[in-house]
């Protein structure tokens, strides 16, 4: 499967983005995409997840409240809301696929995915 991320873009402090995640090649709803971010000088870190057969969803503690997953399945398609941005959340974005539904305990880390999209910059001025 091959992973498309866009949307990313600057915004001030307070703002929204919508990152979009398109999934080509072969796909079916026995897949769990994730979104992780990563800052400079940081490790990449978890942000969010779906499990695309039955919507469970997970969230980093960070940005629960404020960012929304979703799945679109005509369009192949997972976005990502962001609402109320902090200059903290500056970093590029990057989508993943596991094929397989993760259990919640695993949807959370970088090693349970083995696809991964190009990464989309989101930078929020102060």
């Known amino acids: 499967v091959q992973l498309q991320a866009s949307g990313g873009g600057l915004v001030q402090a307070g703002g929204s983005l919508r990152l979009s995640c398109a999934a080509s090649g072969r796909t079916d709803s026995y897949y769990t995409v994730g979104w992780f971010r990563q800052a400079p000088g940081k490790e990449r870190e978890f942000v969010a997840a779906?499990?695309?057969?039955?919507?469970?969803?997970r969230y980093a503690d960070y940005v629960k409240g404020r960012f929304t997953i979703s799945r679109d399945t005509p369009k192949n398609t997972v976005y990502l809301q962001m609402k109320s941005l902090k200059s903290e959340d500056t970093a590029v974005y990057y989508c993943?696929?596991?094929?397989?539904?993760?259990?919640?305990?695993?949807?959370?880390?970088?090693?349970?995915?083995?696809?991964w999209g190009q990464g989309t910059q989101v930078t929020v001025s102060s």
């Open positions: 779906i499990r695309w057969k039955d919507s469970n969803t």
């Open positions: 993943a696929a596991h094929r397989g539904l993760l259990i919640t305990g695993t949807m959370s880390r970088v090693l349970s995915y083995n696809y």
